[in-house]
């Protein structure tokens, strides 16, 4: 397991990592997403874990061993970065086998290795390929079985989609989610994108400014972010006070019960911030509604609303045309809603 604790990065008296407390393997949990807004120190978090950063402050430890001492290559970590970094020159094989030399594995146990890790990322076939002619999507996955071929202890892998189009990355990092539980690897994906943390990992850790704020499942993460800055960051578009009473969740746009998800298990009843998402509220048509369209789109399935409520402005979905100006009705939809804080 990885424990870092207190783990500070300075680049000049600019503080990228600040005192930073995280665990990761823990459990039953596989796949751990890093996720945060682009500067927020995720790489830097990485690079350190990896040994590729010195800490000003702090430790990193690897069940119980601290890596203070431990050069990179010495960890048993395997590192992929975002543009994958193959070895220009040779095969998919020779990338692949690059790790084992190393480890002293060679001749027939290296060929085998690399046979089997062709086939867990489903390369079989490719292993004579110059890795020039791959595609961004084959070269990532030949990069990840370049990593998990010494069979290291963690796997970190910064962003190793993001020079990828969306319809491929969204597949691929299904892919990397099952390709490393059947290796059985504890693995770190850094992303910026949540839609993609919640495919890939059983665990995500939210990152801002230079530390960790939140580390919950994907699902509890949507329902109880812990700030609003996190609610912002995972969609939500506005905030409204209600109040909580016996699982019934009151705002101004109508009622929730949330007894329905084990997420919202153990929420004290009184008042609370309410943070929504635009899925979290529906409108539909009503002349006696307290909302007015201000605009309407239609989206692939459905349509996206515009209105508003006295002086405040909220967005919505609709399952029907609405014009502007039209009045509607609100409700909240209880598995959409998220209620900040603990
Ligand atoms: N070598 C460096 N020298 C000075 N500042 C740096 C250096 N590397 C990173 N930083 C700064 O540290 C902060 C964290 O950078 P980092 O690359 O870890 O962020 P990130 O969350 O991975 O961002 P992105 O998603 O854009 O890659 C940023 O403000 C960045 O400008």
Not at 18 to 42: D, F, H, I, R
Request: hydrophobic share 45%; net charge neutral; glycine share 10%.
């Amino acid at each position: 397991m990885l424990t870092v604790e207190g783990a500070t990065v300075r680049y000049g008296r600019f503080e990228a990592l600040a005192g930073v407390q995280w665990s990761v393997g823990t459990g039953e949990s596989t796949v751990t997403a890093l996720l945060g807004p682009s500067g927020c120190g995720k790489s830097t978090l990485l690079r350190a874990v990896a040994g590729l950063e010195p800490l000003a402050a702090g430790s990193i430890c690897w069940d119980g061993v601290d890596l203070a001492t431990t050069a990179p290559h010495r960890r048993d970590f395997g590192v992929v970065f975002q543009d994958g970094q193959l070895f220009p020159g040779r095969t998919v094989a020779q990338n692949i086998a690059y790790g084992l030399a190393r480890r002293h594995v060679r001749g027939r146990a290296a060929a085998d290795r690399v046979a089997e890790m062709l086939r867990l990322v489903q390369l079989d076939g490719f292993g004579d390929r110059p890795v020039s002619a791959l595609s961004g999507g084959q070269a990532q996955r030949v990069a990840l079985a370049r990593a998990l071929a010494p069979r290291p202890r963690l796997l970190l892998l910064d962003e190793p989609l993001a020079a990828l189009d969306s319809q491929l990355r969204e597949s691929l990092a299904e892919a990397i989610g099952d390709i490393v539980r059947r290796a059985g690897t504890p693995t770190v994906l850094v992303t910026h994108d949540h839609r993609e943390a919640a495919l890939v990992a059983d665990t995500v850790s939210v990152m801002r400014d230079g530390d960790i704020v939140q580390t919950d499942t994907a699902s509890r993460l949507w329902r109880r972010p812990v700030d609003e800055e996190t609610a912002r960051f995972l969609g939500a578009r506005a905030s409204v006070p209600g109040t909580v009473r016996d699982g019934v969740l009151t705002t101004a746009l109508g009622d929730a019960r949330l007894t329905g998800s084990a997420d919202f298990g153990e929420l004290r009843d009184g008042p609370c911030t309410v943070a929504l998402r635009p899925e979290a509220v529906s409108v539909r048509p009503d002349p006696e509604g307290d909302a007015v369209v201000e605009h309407a789109a239609a989206l692939v399935a459905g349509w996206r609303v515009r209105i508003r409520m006295g002086d405040e402005v909220f967005e919505c979905v609709g399952d029907r045309p609405v014009r502007p100006g039209a009045r509607v009705r609100p409700t909240l939809e209880p598995g959409a809603v998220a209620v900040i804080g603990r």
